[in-house]
């Protein structure tokens, strides 16, 4: 499903991504742990080109990106990359301006050309999967940070991708409003839904993830099973990092 194979991304001088393989299987979720600043949310945004690697392939289903420095992108085929994929982010990025229900509908209605009442139906059918059917009407800052979350899970289920993006989803909520997020999350997962996801929250790793993987000075420096990357790891790197969050 997802493919990468020796992906390097620079900001300057600085080689954040420094040669990435990766494979995630159809309906698998692979959780991305590390510390700041180790690349991980650019491993994420690379993955839906919100930022062009300079070198290194990358596949999603049938759809191919091999980069160069020096030469740019298609943008027929970056837009196919994202149409195949939907980002939830840290900071929910809604619309302010939108209700939860139009949130989703927009989407749909100008990028799928889905008509107004399929769109609609498909937008209350998701809030009503996350738990928030009856909020549709309601504006972002009338809502709990937990809520515009969900929200934002659903806005990228709308658009029916392939698979979905998490960049530390909970990171930005209070504690108590965490469990609501990830009981969603959990759900897409055991539903099959193909996922990436970046976070700080270990349980749910442990819980729900197919692969772990440990990033740290952008290389991926161990990935594994919970069990292999948790339970068994003989990595000095990864037992650091474990012991400084437990």
Request: charged fraction near 25%; charge should be neutral; include cysteine.
């Amino acid at each position: 499903m997802i493919r990468l194979t020796g992906l390097r991304k620079s900001f300057g001088g600085l080689q954040v991504l420094n040669g990435i393989d990766l494979f995630v299987e159809k309906g698998s979720c692979a959780v991305v742990i590390g510390p700041s600043g180790s690349g991980k949310t650019t491993l994420l945004r690379c993955l839906n080109v919100l930022e062009v690697p300079d070198a290194g392939t990358l596949s999603i289903a049938d759809t191919s990106i091999d980069f160069h420095s020096d030469r740019k992108t298609d943008p027929a085929v970056v837009r196919a990359i994202r149409r195949q994929t939907g980002m939830v982010f840290q900071n929910y990025n809604l619309f302010p301006h939108l209700t939860a229900l139009e949130n989703l509908l927009e989407g749909q209605i100008v990028v799928l050309k889905r008509s107004k009442e399929e769109a609609r139906r498909k937008s209350l059918s998701l809030l009503e999967r996350v738990g928030l059917r009856e909020r549709a009407d309601m504006y972002p800052h009338q809502l709990s940070g937990g809520q515009q979350q969900r929200v934002g899970i659903a806005r990228a289920m709308a658009m029916d991708p392939e698979v979905l993006l998490f960049d530390e989803p909970t990171s930005a909520l209070d504690p108590e409003l965490v469990g609501d997020v990830l009981r969603v999350m959990k759900d897409l997962a055991h539903e099959g839904m193909t996922m990436v996801v970046v976070t700080h929250e270990m349980a749910f790793a442990r819980e729900v993830a197919d692969q772990v993987i440990f990033m740290d000075q952008g290389v991926i420096v161990e990935k594994g099973t919970p069990g292999e990357v948790f339970e068994a790891s003989q990595n000095e790197r990864t037992l650091q990092f474990l012991k400084k969050i437990r």
